[in-house]
């Protein structure tokens, strides 16, 4: 059995959850919120510093280290995630990422389902369980929400002015609901089809799985698919297909 | 100058009826166009810029600072033309293939207007050789490309890689830009820049087009 220490967005809440309790190996989860993507530069501080307190042994979120309660690695529920992963590297531990853009192809089972995907309609808008009970989905009420909240930030004029030029969601064509067996939301469904009617996109139910998640949680770390860096290392970005590699 | 910091701060809260007003009023007293625009607009937006990227302002506050600059420019652009100030050069823009975000190269063209820059902008999802064949047609000297994701980056590579394709690399400057883009992306493609923000950005197009 590996004990390990997983690092998860949010985004990923009840995918990862649901692997960490099914898992044969002891999975150690901290999770941070969504979004910090948008500052790529907060998310890499952030998560250096998370990555910091577990090797001191300071983290109040892990299991205190001891004996045989150390880990074996740290595991990322990430991708690059706008590169803010770049640069990431532990003292003490190894560091297992998956090779991937972002949190997409952990949803739909394989980055080359998500490359495929993404070169046949690259103008869509993804949604599941955990992103829409932790992130901002572009849907009707919270547009609504959001034109309050910036009228009253900054007048009805200006309010007007960023929904047009914030949302690319006038961009895009359509939105795809990423399903998985093991999690049944008929709602999430229907809200995700709402949205596509409110924003005029097409609607697409695209069936996920587990797979490349499980392959992160069960140690199935073949080069191909994860980058392993070893403890003192970082994570560094590379332009010939593999997205990542270690370097010192 | 007093009427200069005011214009400045009220394009920082993102007023753009009292940036107007007080841009007419600067130009009525006296003042000329060009160092209304940039001590007082673009003196603003740089501000701007400086405090989006240490994140203590976002995208919101940045647009609404654009709109205020765009209700001043569009009472100096009148003056400008008619004083013959001469455009400084060409940029042709857009966000490369792939890709549908556009704030961040909006926010550019923008900057690069203020700077003089004859700005084409091709929009979004661009493909590399609409980039090459604008610039070559307009005799832009400078191709700027944008991408969001680190999906879409890779199609920059394909945007220089299209310009020695035509045999026109040596007469471009290909600049680069985006959030997940950095500096060691830009030099692994071959590109020229790599600018971080669009007020950086604007300050090494103007250089390109004064060389």
């Known amino acids: 059995m590996l004990r390990l220490k997983l690092l998860a967005c949010k985004a990923l809440y009840r995918e990862c959850s649901l692997l960490s309790v099914k898992s044969k190996n002891y999975i150690d989860a901290t999770y941070l919120q969504q979004g910090l993507h948008d500052t790529p530069s907060l998310l890499h501080d952030a998560l250096q510093a998370e990555i910091d307190r577990i090797d001191e042994g300071k983290d109040l979120y892990s299991c205190k280290p001891r004996f045989d309660k150390d880990f074996d690695a740290i595991i990322l529920g990430y991708g690059l995630c706008s590169n803010a992963i770049v640069g990431l590297s532990s003292k003490k531990y190894d560091i297992v990422v998956p090779r991937c853009d972002d949190c997409i192809a952990l949803f739909l089972g394989s980055y080359e389902k998500y490359r495929k995907y993404f070169d046949a309609h690259s103008g869509t808008y993804w949604y599941n369980p955990s992103w829409i009970e932790n992130a901002y989905t572009p849907s009707k009420e919270n547009d609504e929400a959001l034109i309050k909240e910036y009228t009253e930030k900054y007048g009805e004029d200006n309010a007007k002015y960023i929904m047009e030029m914030e949302h690319t969601t006038k961009n895009y064509s359509r939105c795809a609901y990423v399903e998985w067996d093991e999690l049944n939301f008929p709602e999430y469904i229907a809200y995700t089809k709402d949205a596509a009617d409110y924003f005029g996109w097409e609607f697409d139910l695209v069936g996920g799985n587990s797979a490349f998640l499980s392959d992160l949680f069960e140690g199935n770390w073949r080069e191909e698919h994860f980058l392993v860096v070893p403890a003192g290392k970082k994570i560094a970005p590379e332009y010939t297909g593999k997205l990542i590699e270690a370097e010192e | ?211």
């Open chain 2, 1 to 211: 100058m007093s009427i200069l910091n005011d214009i400045s701060g009220f394009l920082q809260q993102g007023r753009a009826k009292n940036v107007k007003e007080l841009v007419q009023k600067a130009l009525d007293e006296g003042l000329s166009a060009s160092q209304i625009l940039d001590e007082g607009l673009l003196a603003g937006m740089s501000i701007i810029g400086v405090k989006f990227k240490n994140n203590e302002v976002y995208v919101p506050e940045v647009l609404i600072a654009a709109r205020a600059m765009n209700a001043g420019m569009e009472i100096l652009k009148p003056v400008l033309v008619s004083s013959n100030t001469q455009s400084k050069g060409k940029a042709v823009l857009g966000t490369v293939k792939g890709d549908l975000h556009d704030i961040g190269k909006n926010l550019v063209k923008i900057m690069f207007e203020g700077k003089g820059i004859d700005v084409i902008d091709l929009g979004v999802d661009v493909a590399p050789e609409k980039f090459i064949e604008t610039a070559v047609s307009e005799n832009a000297q400078i191709i700027a490309c944008s991408a969001l994701l680190t999906t879409t980056m890779n199609a920059m590579r394909d945007v220089v890689e299209a310009a020695e394709q035509k045999g026109v690399r040596d007469k471009l400057k290909i600049m680069v830009g985006g959030a997940p883009v950095t500096d060691a992306f830009c030099k692994s493609i071959g590109a020229d820049y790599y600018t971080s923000d669009a007020a950086s950005a604007s300050d090494v197009a103007l250089q390109i087009c004064q060389a």
